[in-house]
């Protein structure tokens, strides 16, 4: 006999035990608080997660998540699509949202360059961001990658790549390193305090 | 603008949000998981819950989840029926189960008696457990409710109805409470540990 009096409720834990950070304990109080909903509302779950797997589109400018062919980022006549934020995956587009500082496009890698993972160049969206730029027409490219050493390593290609385009006029840049806002220093780490440091920025009082 | 990207996105994260414990931020890293899985696994666990919700049965006689009319613990010929277990859920037959240390059958309450919640006596299994209680078959009924408020009312209520039925030879008994296996007196609370000096029991050497 199994540990569950039932293999379709072992199924059920199982299934939702395989998502990352849920053991087998929250997974079964997960099941156990679906089956205490109505018929109506397990479906519209289930179905909700099925559909979005079915229907779901990738913006074919940015690769962006989408219900169009175009994300309403991309499609926006308010947003400068001079500059463009590159970012490793669909939550950073949404964080850089919600910061409100933000006003240009993205460019969604759908992850980065790590070889120990065996993620190469050609396994994320570095080609078509190339693609996207033509002489002229974009401004800046801003790396937002995760401040890791795969972040680095792909932050890296692609400025390679983008400097053997030769447009001089293209400025590269990154997002800004350093201690959180709100930290104390004594509880920052020593590698980001260190860089913080060399890397400081003159004093606009 | 939604903060989505995706309707269908939205839909499947407020899905996923609704469970307990399961905030907007995970919910999103979930079913962005989820989307990286192959067709068929989002088929296999989505399906999983609906046809968990869909087929599922409860045993008979305990009112456990089970794939049967009758569940294998209350099944089994191994297990002693004159003795009953009564729990709050499903969990709590597994967590006792796992502990290997009892070899009677159980009765699965589905709740406890909880008026602030609106949970009055007929809300919970008790008339079927009542009925299970034939003269000269049942030896023992074991109380292994939680030790709250609810569980003390619950243990009183179901110890009444019990003492109703005029069987002398039927013992109640109710798990021990205490200072938990392993546990520094220190950092008990004080309310257990109060009754746990106040419920001692002799020291067998």
């Given amino acids: 006999m199994s ?3 039932s293999i379709l409720l072992e199924n059920a834990v199982n299934q939702v035990g395989s998502l990352p950070g849920v053991g087998k304990k929250t997974a079964l109080r997960l099941v156990l608080h679906l089956l205490r909903q109505s018929d109506k509302d397990v479906e519209a779950f289930a179905g909700s997660l099925t559909r979005l797997k079915n229907e779901v589109k990738y913006c074919r400018v940015c690769h962006n998540i989408s219900d169009q062919e175009v994300c309403p980022i991309c ?9 463009i934020c590159v970012v490793e995956n ?14 240009g ?3 969604v890698l759908g992850g980065i360059i790590s070889p120990m993972d065996g993620v190469g160049p050609k396994d994320v969206e570095i080609d078509s961001l190339i693609a996207r730029i033509e002489p002229e027409q ?3 490219v801003i790396l937002a990658l995760p401040t890791t050493m795969e972040g680095d390593t792909t932050n ?5 790549r983008l400097s053997a385009l030769q447009q001089p006029e293209l400025r590269i840049s990154q997002i800004a390193r350093g201690v959180a806002v709100g930290n ?20 606009k009082g």
């Fill in 75 to 83: 499609a926006s006549h308010h947003r400068d699509k001079q500059t």
């Fill in 156 to 160: 890296f290609y692609i400025y390679r």
């Fill in 105 to 107: 496009v993205y460019h």
């Fill in 184 to 203: 104390e220093l004594e509880y920052t780490d020593e590698i980001t305090l260190g860089r913080s440091i060399i890397n400081r920025v003159e004093f």
């Fill in 3 to 5: 540990d569950y009096p």
């Fill in 90 to 103: 669909v939550q950073d587009v949404m964080s850089i949202e919600n910061t409100g500082q933000y006003n």
């Fill in 138 to 140: 974009i401004k800046e």
